[in-house]
């Protein structure tokens, strides 16, 4: 017999998730281009909002998160009791594996999906699984091959994290009509913020129209509080009811459900940040597929850009170039694609930093024009 707790089965089974690098050594002021973030930090209204709570640190939350769910509510046209709030949109994912899945159970998702999946799955017993892509983005026929009789939760990421691919409403509507009722489907909309592709839906009709569809957003993408850790769910009433159950009695604090319900009310900014991303996103894609690289067509707030094998071209070495340059951006070895990075769309100077980087990474500057 063991003399030490020993966690359950499953648990050491998990690669630890690792966050976007945020430092180099050496280096004082980086262009932070690994995790995603909106580059024009929070709307100053939300910085505000979130200030004003400052003096009352003491007291516990609203932990029914009304306000913030009426602010939601009201911003997406959406019936506020379907909403739960999360701590990110990781806690609801968490959650939902927690109340559907179990030792012995599969939960499913497409091969290069968000890596929180098989980490949560892994985290209450159950078994990860994954069906395979074409053209990086995720194939339904093959999702629907890849249920058996144990698969209890689908995850989605539409559109995907990292490739930035996606699956338009009636692919997403055929996964779900191919599913059987008692298996839950979670639509990861993290970036449902940022598309401006006519054919895309979040998800939000599925979940209306059938008992067994759930949506999860975040605060950390588009909105830019990723450091406060804000997200929410909307979800049939049984199923929020599950999570309400479950979820922690003050789940969400203060200060980051005013800085919320300040950010979804500042469409201006909101507005801003899209079409600044929307512009960049193509230009940035432009540029560096003229380089010659593999870039994936994306529709989130980053790129998925895949090197050349040769060594000297490769993707580790261009990442080693880049934090020379101060600019960090995220490794993909861990979701399958060790010769490809993952850039988040940045302000413009920053994303000529980039583009100027890894042209003279690739030898394609001309330094006679001194481009
Ligand atoms: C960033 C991200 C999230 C997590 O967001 P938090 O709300 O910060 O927990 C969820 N899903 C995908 C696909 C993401 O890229």
């Given at each position: 017999m063991s003399n030490r707790p020993e966690a359950r089965p499953g648990i050491m089974d998990i690669a630890a998730y690792v966050g976007g690098e945020s430092h180099i050594p050496g280096v004082d002021r980086i262009i932070k281009l690994s995790s995603n973030e909106g580059?024009?930090?929070?709307?100053?209204?939300?910085?505000?909002?979130?200030?004003?709570?400052?003096?009352?640190?003491?007291?516990?939350p609203d932990g029914g998160a009304a306000a913030l769910r009426k602010a939601i509510a009201a911003r997406y046209d959406l019936d506020a009791e379907r909403i739960v709030c999360g701590a990110g949109s990781d806690e609801l994912i968490s959650l939902l594996c927690k109340a559907y899945a179990g030792v012995g159970d599969e939960v499913l998702y497409s091969k290069h999906g968000f890596l929180m999946y098989p980490?949560?799955?892994?985290?209450?017993?159950?078994?990860?699984?994954t069906a395979e892509e074409i053209d990086k983005?995720?194939?339904v026929d093959n999702l629907l091959a890849a249920v058996t009789d144990k698969t209890k939760?689908?995850?989605?990421?539409?559109?995907?994290?990292?490739?930035?691919?996606?699956?338009?409403?009636?692919?997403?509507?055929?996964?779900?009509?191919?599913?059987?009722?008692?298996?839950?489907?979670?639509i990861d909309a993290a970036y449902a913020e940022y598309v401006t592709v006519d054919d895309y839906t979040p998800g939000i009709e599925l979940v209306e129209s059938t008992d067994?569809?759930?949506?999860?957003r975040t605060f950390s993408k588009i909105y830019a509080l990723g450091g406060v850790r804000l997200g929410w769910a909307y979800a049939p009433a049984h199923i929020v009811d599950v999570l309400n159950r479950i979820r922690g009695p003050f789940n969400v604090g203060?200060?980051?459900?005013a800085a919320g319900v300040a950010a979804i009310g500042d469409k201006a900014f909101e507005e801003m940040s899209r079409t600044h991303n929307t512009k960049w996103l193509a230009w940035t894609t432009e540029q560096l597929t003229k380089l010659g690289l593999d870039v994936t067509e994306s529709i989130g707030n980053f790129v998925l850009v895949c090197f050349d094998n040769a060594a000297d071209r490769g993707a580790e070495g261009a990442d080693a170039f880049l934090k020379s340059r101060g600019i960090v951006v995220r490794r993909m070895g861990g979701y399958g694609f060790p010769n490809c990075l993952r850039i988040t769309i940045g302000l413009e100077d920053e994303m000529r930093a980039v583009v100027d980087a890894l042209a003279d990474y690739l030898g394609r500057n001309d330094p006679e024009q001194g481009a």
């Open positions: 580059p024009f930090g929070p709307s100053p209204l939300a910085s505000k909002a979130h200030e004003a709570e400052a003096t009352a640190l003491h007291r516990y980490i949560t799955a892994r985290s209450v017993g159950a078994t990860p699984v983005t995720a194939n939760i689908v995850f989605l990421a539409n559109p995907n994290n990292p490739t930035g691919t996606y699956l338009p409403a009636s692919e997403v509507k055929r996964l779900r009509d191919g599913l059987r009722g008692d298996i839950l489907l979670v067994n569809t759930v949506m999860t203060a200060a980051a459900m």
